[in-house]
């Protein structure tokens, strides 16, 4: 009974910003790691970005320097910053979090996508 909806994607032209967001409800215990995906027409799903609950975090070498990933763990919400956009960020983004009951299993939930387009 998780649900992450996810909101902030649209057309941007290159060298613009976009910020994403991606909240989760429904049973939530806690919420240990969460992460951005993207997939792109033709090509395998890839990670972009990944946050601990203790904010460690982890980018793709194709966006270090150019987006940021954060959450706000009292909104149960995780961000993505992307700044200085290129046609190659074109893609589908998703985002995903593990979340579960400290001791027990963990699931991994997918917000339903949304679509980034970098065109000029």
């Known amino acids: 009974q998780v649900q992450l909806e996810e909101s902030g994607g649209g057309l941007v032209q290159p060298g613009g910003s976009l910020r994403l967001s991606c909240a989760a409800s429904?049973?939530?215990?806690?919420?240990?790691?969460m992460g951005w995906y993207r997939q792109a027409p033709g090509k395998e799903r890839e990670l972009v970005a990944h946050?601990?609950?203790?904010?460690?975090?982890n980018y793709a070498d194709s966006v270090k320097g150019r987006f940021t990933i954060s959450r706000d763990n009292a909104k149960n919400t995780v961000y993505l910053q992307m700044n200085s956009l290129k046609p190659e960020d074109t893609a589908v983004y998703y985002c995903?979090?593990?979340?579960?009951?400290?001791?027990?299993?963990?699931?991994?939930?997918w917000g339903q996508g949304t679509q980034v387009t970098v065109s000029s």
């Open positions: 995903n979090m593990e979340i579960g009951i400290p001791g027990t299993l963990r699931n991994a939930y």
């Open positions: 946050i601990t609950r203790g904010g460690t975090t």
């Open positions: 429904g049973s939530i215990f806690i919420i240990y790691d």
